[in-house]
Structure formats: C-alpha cells, structure tokens
C-alpha cells in the first residue's frame, strides 16, 4: 500500500464521509505523530516524518483537540531541535 495512501487513512482526511472524531482518536493520533518522530513509521527521512507529523497536528488542531495538537507540536519542535529521529 502506498505510503500516502497510508497516512490519508489514519488521520482521516476524507471530507466525504462524515467523520466523527473523539478523545481516543486525537490521542491514537498523538501516539502515531509521536512513532514517526522517534522513527518507528513508515518513513526513514526524518524531513517525511516531521512533515507527517505536522500533518496530523493540522487535522488535531482543526478537530478541536488542541492539547494534543500542542503535545505533538513540542515533539516536532524537539526532533527539528536535534535535527534527528528522537530516541
């Protein structure tokens, strides 16, 4: 399965169907943003994962799920800091 395709999918980006969105996928959300910034995703470019991450921080923050769209932005602050996927 693509990559894209992939990621489309877990953070639900179809506009479509109608999505209905709670605590438990904000916060499977998080957990996800946080395996592709210590590089346990599908990507090995650390530039793709911080891109996905901000990614899935926009469909947080725009579901409403602010503190974890502020959870996930501290993590991508840190990896862009070390410049490297965060152990």
């Given at each position: 399965?693509?990559?894209?395709?992939?990621?489309?999918?877990?953070?639900?980006?179809?506009y479509?169907?109608?999505?209905?969105?709670?605590?438990?996928?904000?916060?499977?959300?998080?957990?996800f943003?946080?395996?592709?910034?210590?590089?346990?995703?599908c990507?090995?470019?650390?530039?793709r994962?911080?891109?996905?991450?901000?990614?899935i921080?926009?469909?947080?923050?725009?579901?409403?799920y602010?503190?974890?769209?502020?959870?996930?932005?501290?993590?991508?602050?840190?990896?862009?800091?070390?410049?490297?996927?965060?152990d």
């Amino acid at each position: 399965m693509p990559y894209f395709i992939l990621l489309s999918s877990v953070i639900n980006l179809s506009y479509e169907s109608e999505l209905s969105y709670s605590k438990e996928w904000a916060n499977s959300q998080l957990r996800f943003g946080i395996k592709l910034l210590k590089g346990q995703g599908c990507s090995q470019d650390i530039e793709r994962a911080i891109s996905d991450a901000v990614s899935i921080r926009w469909a947080l923050a725009n579901a409403g799920y602010w503190w974890q769209a502020k959870r996930l932005d501290n993590w991508i602050n840190l990896t862009r800091k070390k410049g490297d996927f965060l152990d």
